[in-house]
């Protein structure tokens, strides 16, 4: 099992540590292998995704990724910037869907800003469309004429785009409830009346699958408001970046929220927070999120279903003894920095 690291740029380089610990724990066979992405990799090479890091992402059996950005690239051109090369990345690897999985843990329900009655016992999964939608569309840039600026992007789908990510979903939900809500925005975008007809007609082949359709604003509100009503969740890329953000307080942290991408090769894990490079370096960042991206890769590149089972059940355990991070600290019997969280799962995983 070849797994290449993409630490990335700040506390990506801490939380990719502590996942790796991890699988070593479980899964001394696995292969490891790093390369640069982001703007680390500008720095050294001029580039937010060098030839040599998508040479080794082809030999990958599943890659894991950090965290990719930073306020020290932010004036670079488009095409440099660090989520450019993310972006690549992606592209390269042909990943099309990106699995979000929220779970609340029982022993964090007082750490999100939610009433504990709406959020004990959310279990649902965001399925985003990746590659496609506004962040890929073209024509897309700044000009001005006039004197006056303007800058545009376009939101594009095509049937089979929709297709693709629409049969993830169902055959998600599938193994699930059998519920699927398909989030658009149909009332006055044409790519969603796509986007929801297509969904309509994929359904014919799931009859056994409960399918509504729901627009964005309103799926922003009844996250908050009954979360508990969703089970698998589908959308396209913009609009699921947004929510899988907003249900990570659910969560009580997005430092608590893994993803998976996949699609026709090899699959890429990542947690959802970013590169957070105020607390780069201060031992602060949570690895929950990274760690159970770790878990996603074994359960779905691997199928290593028990000792997915096994990580997330270390975790569960140790946050039951009331040990936290900062960002989580509501409740804490104890606080705890990144590296001594990593070490008291691995010390739970020794132990189950």
């Known amino acids: 099992m070849r797994v290449l690291g993409l630490p990335g740029d700040g506390i990506g380089k801490e939380v990719v540590g502590s996942a790796v610990d991890v699988l070593k724990e479980v899964a001394s066979d696995i292969e490891l292998d790093y390369a640069l992405i982001g703007g680390c990799a500008y720095d050294t090479t001029g580039t937010p995704l060098p030839e040599e890091t998508i040479d080794k992402v082809k030999k990958a059996d599943a890659v894991l990724l950090g965290a990719v950005g930073g306020s020290k690239w932010d004036k670079l051109n488009h095409n440099l910037r660090p989520e450019a090369g993310l972006l690549k990345v992606r592209s390269h690897m042909k990943v099309f869907a990106n699995l979000r999985p929220v779970r609340i843990f029982r022993s964090l329900l007082s750490a999100s800003p939610l009433k504990e009655d709406i959020i004990d016992g959310v279990d649902l999964i965001i399925v985003r469309e990746l590659t496609g939608g506004i962040y890929f569309g073209k024509p897309r840039g700044i000009e001005i004429k006039d004197g006056v600026y303007s800058g545009y992007n376009t939101l594009v789908y095509t049937t089979p785009e929709i297709e693709r990510v ?38 014919d082949d799931y009859p056994d699958i409960e399918l509504n359709h729901m627009y964005v604003d309103n799926c922003a509100m009844q996250l908050i408001r009954d979360p508990k009503q969703f089970d698998v969740i589908l959308t396209q890329n913009l609009f699921g970046d947004i929510l899988s953000d907003e249900a990570s307080m659910i969560a009580g942290s997005l ?23 105020d607390i780069s370096g201060t031992d602060m960042a949570n690895p929950i999120g990274a760690i159970l991206s770790a878990a996603m890769m074994l359960k779905y590149s691997f199928d290593m279903i028990e000792l997915a089972d096994k990580i997330e059940y270390a975790i569960e355990s140790v946050l039951s003894r009331g040990i936290r991070t900062p960002d989580i600290a509501f409740g804490a019997k104890e606080i705890v920095g990144t590296k001594k969280m990593t070490e008291y799962i691995i010390d739970e995983i020794g132990g189950v």
């Open 255 to 277: 430092g608590m929220l893994p993803s998976g991408s996949i699609g026709d090769g090899t699959g890429l894990y990542e947690p959802v927070h970013g590169s957070a490079p």
């Open 166 to 203: 629409a049969r993830v979903a169902f055959e998600l939900a599938k193994k699930r409830k059998k519920r699927l809500t398909s989030v658009d925005k149909a009332n006055v975008l044409e790519s969603s009346r796509l986007w929801r007809d297509t969904v309509d007609k994929i359904a």
